[in-house]
């Protein structure tokens, strides 16, 4: 690794001059289990390291009166899992954040880390589309707020303008009663990313299921299955042949890769048979809590 200098500024005013007077040369750090690998590869090399750590405001979870749960850069997934599971809330990114890595790896590695890192195998990001979530980003500009749908622009890119830190990942938290999964394809158990991945969340309005589909690993974008959400819309019971058509058009939606990990067509077998396994999973959770 390249030899580079370490900021542990303890306001978020302070790390954004820092990364305002260094253009091209500084980087945000959250958890670091990304950002350091590509260092030690040299895929990248920052002079400067911008260590969010001790930025307090960046650290909570909270969730506000209009019920949006805001998750800061520094709340690692082991934390964001626990804060979810006793609340009982947003079950499919709980089964995310379950999927990513190792238990330990989890006491560093971030949600917002994972998105910013804008890597298409991210666990975290299918289950955010389903729940519309948009990060909250700062610059000495000011704030914006992108649906994460947005965020990634492609393999490691994401839209952060340069001296912009994300700050929070801001998820509307549902209304009504339902369930959600995120399910995930992998060549072993542990520590390894996904070949290909699905998210589902079922919300049941009076009268009205609904559903939402979203597919990672297999689309150099995230991709939401909007034509399956709108077949499904209203269909309390599925059908094993709702299932199967929403599975073909969740495979009509994805345009993946072959590589190190997983050919092409490989990956479109699992987005088939991951949906029909997350569509028969949500039905299954509903009937759990009914
Ligand atoms: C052994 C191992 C196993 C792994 N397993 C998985 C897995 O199962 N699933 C999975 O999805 N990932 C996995 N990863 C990848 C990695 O752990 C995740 O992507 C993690 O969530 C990244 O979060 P982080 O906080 O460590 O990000 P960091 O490494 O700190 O940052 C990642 C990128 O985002 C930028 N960044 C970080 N914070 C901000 C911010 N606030 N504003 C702007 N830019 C920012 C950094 O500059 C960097 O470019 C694994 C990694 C390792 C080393």
New binding site residues.
Partial sequence: MLAFELERPKTLEAALGILADNPGKA????????????MKKRT?HPKILVD?ALIKD?SNITISENGRLSVG?NVT?NRLEDYLDEREVLPALIDACR????FT?RN???????V??A?P????IPALCCYDAEVE?ASLEGTRHISVLDFILGP?K?A?DPG????RINIPLPEVAGTGCYLKSTRRSA????QASVACVMLCRTGVTEYRLSCGAVSPIPVRVFEAEKMLRGKSNLTPSLIEHSAELAVEAVNPITDVRSSREYRLQMIRELTKRALALCQKRIQEVA
Avoid: C, R, Y
């Fill in positions: 980087v945000p750090k959250s958890g670091g289990t990304d950002l350091i690998i590509w990248i969010l960046l850069t997934l999927s990513h890595s190792d790896l560093k590695a971030t949600m917002v880390g994972n910013t890192a890597v195998s991210g666990d975290m980003t490691k994401n952060l912009e830190i994300a700050t520590l390894d990313l996904a």
